[in-house]
């Protein structure tokens, strides 16, 4: 797939068209791992990846004020369905909700990702979600860069070298 920095990024809701898509762009150009959680030892795709993630993103129609306290949109780029994100209530009401973003291997280093996490961010401060946390690795230097400049502060890397981000109330979504 050929997709120009200059192609519009949109963050569109999981219909079952939608997920039709997700699903077979995940399957084709994601590793499961970084898609759903290790359900299978080995890393690689199965049935029951296959059921969760459908399960997951259907489960998470009714939104942050649903059962799951999450929501999710499908990335869009240049009119194609390339990857997810999702955005979920922390525990209690003022703490920080998480986000989190995959998308599909061929469409990364393009800026689609920092443009769908500012678009995430826009529909948290919409929902009225203040506080923002995030959790990545010390090796994923596109989402350190991504949070970073999304004005996310991080952690030192823990021993096994996770990295928690999190962005304050205080910041706005002007810059
Ligand atoms: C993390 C992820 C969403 C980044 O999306 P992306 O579209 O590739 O990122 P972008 O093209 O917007 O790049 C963001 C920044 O990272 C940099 N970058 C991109 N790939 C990079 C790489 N492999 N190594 C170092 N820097 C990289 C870009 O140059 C850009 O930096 P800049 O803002 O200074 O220009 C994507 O790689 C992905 O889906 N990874 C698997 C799932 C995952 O790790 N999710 C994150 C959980 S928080």
């Known amino acids: 797939m050929t997709l120009k920095r ?8 999981v219909d079952d068209a ?4 997700l699903v077979k762009v995940a399957v084709e150009d994601a590793s499961a791992d ?8 080995d890393g690689s795709w199965s049935d029951e990846r296959v059921a ?3 399960a997951y993103h259907r489960d998470r129609r009714s939104g942050l004020a649903g ?3 999450e929501r999710t949109w499908a990335v869009r780029a240049g009119g194609t369905i390339v990857g997810a994100v999702r955005l979920a209530a922390g525990p209690t009401g003022d703490a920080a ?3 989190g973003i995959w998308l599909a291997r061929s469409t990364r280093g393009r800026g689609v990702g920092a443009e769908a ?3 995430l961010i826009g529909e948290a401060s919409a929902s009225g979600v203040a506080a923002l946390s995030a959790s990545t690795r010390e090796s994923n230097q596109a989402a350190l860069r991504i949070l970073r400049s999304a004005g996310f502060a991080t952690d030192q890397p823990g021993p096994d070298g996770a990295v928690e981000a999190r962005r304050a109330p205080a910041r706005t979504e002007r810059a």
């Open 34 to 41: 970084d898609v759903t959680p290790p359900l299978t030892a």
């Open 67 to 69: 059962p799951c306290r």
């Open 97 to 99: 909700a998480e986000l």
């Open 52 to 54: 969760w993630l459908r």
């Open 18 to 21: 939608v997920l039709d898509a």
């Open 6 to 13: 200059s192609d519009a990024v949109e963050l569109v809701a």
């Open 117 to 119: 996490v500012r678009l």
